[in-house]
């Protein structure tokens, strides 16, 4: 495919996506991840980014999408997306501002033959900055305090956010895990200290429950860097994603539920 080739194919894409053409999206897309195949139970690509489009038009009706700054770096095509819209609509719980948004996404893309395969071309903070830009994730000066909102963002766009993948990272930690519910809906330790915290996580070894990596008090962190102990669960709105801390590594709700399920326990 000759370079002025694959600039048009781009911009069609680029197009659907603005458009909510969502053959056009599958068509484009390939079912594996990229650097990733897709796992037996694992929903495809072309799912994952067809069933997010809408939620995003609704956010963002008048949705544009541009495609700047085209390389072709061997068979990888590196591109920056500029995204610009106005925020009407309620997106993942994040409330509509009637503000203009403009978000940049660098993404480098491969031709497998069998559809296209995408990926974030930034580190991860830069992924959840455009998470950022919608309200998704709270500016920086306010991630230590409790959400205005109940925001649920994808938690497959929170991989990408915390990890920079799509794939599951190597994670031997997981074989730790033995509790994986808790009634616990406080941070005991900031309550004791007068402070506030935006979320909470559970340590799947032991139980503990406490604040976030935002949070003033990092509680949750402090107990792992003590115990040693590195996975916990996130406990926000019964989310169940799963963070290690030594391996850098997430993983989503249906990891959890089936850790609980190989226990014998709910989650």
Known sequence: ??????????????????????????????????????????????????????????????????????????????????????????????????????????????????????????????????????????????????????????????RLGFSGQAADKPCSHLERARVFATTVDACAQCVDSGDVWPALRMCLVCGFTGCCDTSVNKHMRAHWEATGHPIFRSVRLAEGWIWCYEDAAFFERTTLDRLAAAAGSAT
């Not at 139970?41 to 700054?69: F, G, K, N, T, Y």
């Not at 997306?81 to 925020?87: D, L, N, P, W």
């Open 1 to 158: 495919m000759t370079s002025d080739a694959i600039r048009r194919t781009i911009e069609s894409f680029a197009a659907a996506v603005a458009t909510g053409d969502e053959a056009a999206i599958r068509a484009f897309l390939a079912e594996d991840y990229f650097g990733h195949a897709r796992g037996p139970e694992e929903p495809s690509q072309a799912d994952r980014w067809a069933s997010h489009v809408p939620d995003v038009l609704a956010a963002i009706p008048d949705l544009r999408v541009e495609i700047e700054d085209l390389v072709e770096d061997g068979d990888v095509v590196h591109v920056r997306a500029v995204v610009r819209g106005t925020h009407r609509g309620d997106l993942w719980g994040s409330p509509g501002t009637g503000e203009a948004v403009r978000v940049e996404v660098p993404l480098a893309l491969r031709d497998t033959g069998r559809g296209w395969v995408v990926n974030g071309d930034a580190p991860p903070v830069a992924m959840l900055g455009a998470l950022r830009a919608v309200g998704v994730v709270p500016p920086a000066d306010q991630m230590h305090l409790p959400p205005r909102n109940p925001i649920r963002p994808p938690q497959f766009l929170l």
